[in-house]
């Protein structure tokens, strides 16, 4: 089965222009994220902005607790 080569472009430039994965230190330091068990907080704009991207588990706020926010993280490779 061969693939569309439109479609094969399309992919091939979305993955050769993803965005890098976002510093999350730097965005802790400018007070755009929070670290909090579980994942993070997000504290304005430009923070969600930065991980959207990388997102894949949003827990909903509830009693008067903010949403926590998880990402995709890279692994590092193991050997065995």
Not at 16 to 29: H, Q, S, T, V
Not at 57 to 71: C, D, E, M, Q, Y
């Amino acid at each position: 089965m061969q693939i569309d080569p439109e479609l094969y472009k399309q992919i091939k430039d979305v993955i050769e222009n993803f965005p890098p994965y976002p510093d999350l230190d730097a965005l802790i330091a400018n007070g755009d994220l929070k670290k909090v068990r579980g994942g993070y907080n997000v504290l304005s704009e430009a923070g969600m902005e930065a991980i959207k991207k990388y997102l894949i588990s949003v827990t909903a706020p509830h009693n008067g607790k903010p949403a926590i926010f998880k990402l995709s993280r890279k692994r590092k490779s193991s050997t065995f």
